[in-house]
């Protein structure tokens, strides 16, 4: 009995040590941004591979990464082909070329407008 005792009591042990070591690991919650820090934005046309959800797809394949702050899209919500996008991002942790690269990898065809040329809210 106490040897039982004894192994329930270290496996509670480990447990918790492990336990402890994934959350050592986890990073740390989103903390707002000062409006301070310098902010980009990079706007483009794009298409998309057609599916019910790919501008779902694609906003939370960019806003995976933390330096993404903003995805703002154009009227046409329900198709994937001929959208324009707006996306601010921080500067000082990625590059307006990774930007571009990542809008690149989520569609099937981009063009990327020169800074200022595009505003979301515009009309067609």
Known sequence: MRC???TIVLM??????CGSANVAQRPPPDLPVPASEPRERVAARVDMVPSRDCEEAFDLALYANRAIEL??????????????VSIQFLPRKISRSQVVDAVNQRA??????REGAFNHDAKR
């Not at 509670?12 to 040590?17: K, N």
């Not at 995805?71 to 324009?84: F, K």
């Not at 099937?108 to 407008?113: A, C, E, I, L, Q």
């Open 108 to 113: 099937t065809r981009v063009t990327v407008y």
């Open 12 to 17: 509670g042990l480990l447990a918790t040590a």
């Open 71 to 84: 995805i703002a899209w154009d009227s046409r919500v329900g198709t994937c082909i001929d959208r324009h």
């Open 4 to 6: 039982a005792v004894g």
